[in-house]
């Protein structure tokens, strides 16, 4: 059990009572897990190799609907590579191969009929670099509704509707022709967060959105996150677990490909079950 304050970080310390305070304060058993929280993505003895090097090893784990879950763990531990496999992002790698089901409702997104476009229009990903398309901020919002068919008479709610989802509207209304290169890095963040939601995801999968961002900005950015999974299901990729602490209902830890843990953020920070977490939330590696 995690709980001695000489044993941990102070980071991990502030972590746990970040965790404590967010989190309702009751134990949850993992089969009270399941049986409150409905299943959207589920995860089956995933493996993934790039070439002869296998980055992850038979993970198995639910994704939540409505909930965020935070996917930490040491660099290199495969924490991306599971991620991007979540949208088949992956195929993009030549050297790259998966074995092990990802099943989106009952569909398995590897199956031969499955549209990767579709299913990256449901799977929504926002990067670790902010990285607007060099156009006008509305343009940026509405390509994608244009290039998947919506009538253009349609277009400017959406734009409008996906800046205030992304609590960006205020901020850019007056200024919709500009390049969005003339955003500041939050700004541009935020922009791409709207591009994201302007194809109605089910998922939305986050790369450390805030590792090129001043502290102001990430406030901003995990405010949204948290409003953002009243409306869909939300996994986001950390190195920093006040974050993790701060946004996510569920966490999983990862370590040199393997799924150590996979439980409520609270008890991840609280008293994980097995060892590793602990020595990882504590700072003992990584």
Known sequence: MVSKTSDISESTSIAIKIAN???NSSEITQDEIFEENEVKMEVVNLSHWYGDNQVLSGISMPI???KVTAIIGPSGCGK???LRDLNRMNDLVSISRTSGDILLGNKNIHDSDVDV???RKRIGMVFQKPNPFPMPIENNIAYGPYIHGVK???IPAIVKSCLQKAVLWDEVKDRLKDNALSLSGGQQQRLCIARTLSVQPEVILF???CSSLDPHATAKIEDLITKLKQDYTVV???HNMQQ???VSDYTAFFNLGDLVEFNSTKTIFRSPEQKKTEEYISGRFG
Do not use: G
């Open 64 to 66: 939540f609907k409505n």
């Open 21 to 23: 305070e967010l989190i």
């Open 207 to 209: 790369d450390e959105p």
């Open 80 to 82: 991306s590579t599971f």
């Open 117 to 119: 476009v579709q299913l």
């Open 244 to 246: 993790a602490a701060r």
């Open 152 to 154: 253009s008479d349609r």
């Open 236 to 238: 986001i990729v950390t």
